[in-house]
């Protein structure tokens, strides 16, 4: 017996055949934002210094994966300049709740589960009230314009300004 041709006999809509096109695939803000992850990673390091050597050099080797998270946050908000200034501050308080939970998790190891949240606290804490640090703030919205950059020149140059 032969199966019915015609798509009216089916249960549902016709089957789509998906494709992927390579060439519509950004990956240059996504490298841009690793690279910049590893960077920005070199300051809360500097920072809790205190902290055993290897809650440090776990927060230096998640720096890139930190930075990648933030990417998948924020790229929403590189559709225009100004949603990208109002994400910043939001994503700075994201990296940094990552970024001390991190560490936090890898303090308690030697001193004890309630590092985790005193880290994550004084991290947020820290970025909140005046002081230095809220250079930081300047510094993330150049960093999210230089990877929002890197998509928009990456659509110009597979010439996609179109597309998304």
Known sequence: MQRPTNHRNRCGPPARSVELNVRSLDVKPIIRAIIAGAIWAILPA?????????????????????????????????GS????????????????AITSLVIGLLDSIARGGE????SVVATLWGISIPSP??????????THLWVSRGRSVGRELNGLNNAI
């Open 115 to 118: 590092m985790v949240m005193e």
């Open 46 to 78: 500097m920072i809790f210094r205190w902290a055993p050597w290897y809650a440090v050099g776990g927060v230096l080797l998640s720096g890139p994966a930190v930075g990648w998270a933030v990417f998948v946050v924020s790229r929403w908000a590189y």
């Open 81 to 96: 300049r100004m949603l990208t200034v109002l994400w910043t501050v939001p994503s700075v308080y994201f990296a940094a």
């Open 133 to 142: 640090l809220w250079l930081i703030y300047p510094l993330a919205l150049a």
